[in-house]
Each structure stands twice: as C-alpha cells, then as structure tokens.
C-alpha cells in the first residue's frame, strides 16, 4: 500500500487528495471521510492527469460530500451539552441557557434558546449527564406533543385511520408500524427540519394502506410529499447529528 498527496482545484475551492494504492482494491474508486479526506483508491498506478479526470468528472458530488463533512464537524465543535452550546430543536439551532430564577422549575425554550432551572450547568458534579436527561425527557414529552399533532392531519390528507403512536428510543430506525395500525416513531426525530419529521410520518402512513415498498407506495408518497428523496438523503447524511 502506497499513499501519494495532491491538491486540485474544483470550482473555486482547492481541494487535497491522496492517490492509495491497494491490493485489495478490485477497481478505482472514491473515498470521502472525515479522518483521510478525499482518496482516490486504485488498484494500480494512475497518471496524474487520469486522476483529475475522475475527480473533475466527480466535482459535485465530491464537493456534496465535503460541505456535509464540514457542517457536521462544525457543529459537533458545540455539542458537548455545557451552557451556551448548541441544541437541535426541529432543525434548528438553539442555545442551552441556565436561569435559577425559573418558574415553574423544569425546562422551556424562548428566543432561539433552551432555558434549564440552573445557575449554571458548570457548577454540576456531572453537567452532562445530568442535562442530558432531563432533555431527553423534554425531548420525548415534545416529539408526542407534535407527532400526534402531524400524524392526525397526514392521516386526513392521506385518507387512513390508525390505532396508536408510541415514541420510542431507537439507535437506528426513525418509524415503523404494524398490521394493527400502531405507529412508532423514534424521538430523536424532533431534532431534525419539520418537513423531514413530516416525511417520516407520511412513509409510515402511506405503508397503512400500501405495504411494501412497492411503486404504488411511492407514487403515494410523492403526491403528499415531493420533495421525499431529498428529505431521505438529509437523513442518511445527516442522522448523527440527531443524538446529543
Ligand atoms: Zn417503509
């Protein structure tokens, strides 16, 4: 294995690169990741200029794939619940504050900012873990709230009945349902935009009335919801950012 580094310009940002050469590797391929960057994997020697084809050629997604890498990093810089970082809120960015005068004891949000009943989360034996369960608690008391909510005006829209919502605490599945027509929804999902909470209610929805993943089920949900496989890939990309 041999590893050699370059730069290339693709629009306007230069971006460097590293050619690998592995013999485990079957065929040339492109590799993004946060800890090496962007790699040009290849089983065998490659001419500089064949390795600038393949990356101009690949410019959009590859700059795609930078611009998730950056943003994710950037906000991971504030996630460490201590007072003053950031929390996702719907999809939006709000400030932990700590207020001791709060009343009634126990959590709220207000001008782009989350209060707790504390004078400050830094005085706390263990600040992180202490918060991280009261927001959880929140967090689940607000993703019942507002999928409910959604969940009965999709259920119009769309024209079927259910029997119940559970929020759950799942790692890796954001909703599913049942032939009983109970629904389950992961609470995390209340971190993410509304429309794409929104999506996954309308996926599970729409699986109320066509079960399978079948062209009939998508057709369904692309007329309530258009824009699905951008909402899709958001949360492919995105889902760590959705934990804190
Ligand atoms: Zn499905």
Not at 212 to 223: A, D, I, K, M, T
Request: aromatic content about 12%; hydrophobic content about 40%; overall charge positive.
């Amino acid at each position: 294995m041999a590893t050699k580094s370059y730069e290339i310009q693709l629009d306007s940002h230069i971006v460097p690169y590293s050619v690998r050469i592995s013999n485990r590797a079957k065929f040339m391929r492109l590799v993004i990741s946060r800890d090496r960057g962007l790699e040009i994997v290849t089983p065998k020697k490659i001419s500089p200029s064949k390795a600038k084809r393949l990356l101009k050629d690949h410019s959009v997604w590859i700059l795609g794939k930078i611009k998730i890498i950056y943003e994710i990093a950037e906000y991971n810089q504030f996630r460490p619940i201590v007072e003053g970082n950031r929390i996702l809120f719907l999809g939006k960015k709000w400030s932990l504050r700590c207020d001791e005068s709060l009343n009634p004891k126990g959590i709220f949000f207000e001008n782009k900012a989350i209060y707790l009943n504390f004078t400050s989360l830094n005085q706390l034996d263990n600040p992180q873990a202490i918060i991280r369960n009261l927001l959880t608690g929140w967090y689940k008391n607000q993703a019942k709230e507002i999928i409910h909510h959604r969940v009965e005006y999709y259920s119009e829209k769309i024209g079927v009945q259910f029997n119940k919502i559970t929020i759950k605490n799942q790692k890796t599945r954001w909703g599913s349902c049942s032939s009983l027509k109970n629904l389950n929804f992961n609470w995390r999902l209340i971190m993410a935009p509304p429309e794409v909470l929104d999506y996954i209610i309308i996926h599970e929805l729409a699986h109320l009335k066509e079960l399978n993943h079948s062209p009939e089920f998508w057709e369904l949900v692309q007329s309530v919801c258009p824009n699905y496989r951008h909402h899709e890939s958001w949360l492919k990309n995105y889902s760590q950012l959705l934990t804190f």
